[in-house]
């Protein structure tokens, strides 16, 4: 009795765990249709489950669990890792109102050692057209900033970056659910 009780517990658990991963980085949306993760599928597409652009082979977007949207991509010898995440989701309040915080974490493309000495900039153009500028900070080699999300919409991110000597730009968008 015991055995059967714990083979019925293992199948369980792996069929969940299956299912789980199955799921991952897709969503529900309000018609019963299924999101994958901010992708537009056109039907007879192929959703490629890597992580990455099948045509590109940049990086695709993903919002993880507790909201957290991630977008990695590599320009000019530089693996940018973004991730914007909502203020509250980190249990952080800001004093001039911002909602939502972007953080770049950056390595070399090569041998992915890390760059801790980069300085820039991002820019946020919300889906009325308005724009946020904001310096990132250096938080150990992690750059980061805070802006606010008022609407719903697609916001266009745009990261302006210089390493030594070198320039480089990362655009991406995020897609903001009130």
Partial sequence: MKKQTLLIAAVIFALTTVTAMAMQGHDMTSDGKMDHGGHDMKSGEKMNHSGHDMKSGKKMDHTGMGGTFKHAATEGGIDAEFQVMSLASMNMTSDKGDTHHIMVNLKQAGDGAPIKDAVGKIKVIAPDKSEQTSPLKNYSGILAANFT???????????LLKNQDKKQVFKFWYHHMQ
């Fill in 149 to 159: 999300f008022a609407q719903a919409g697609k916001y266009g991110v745009i990261c």
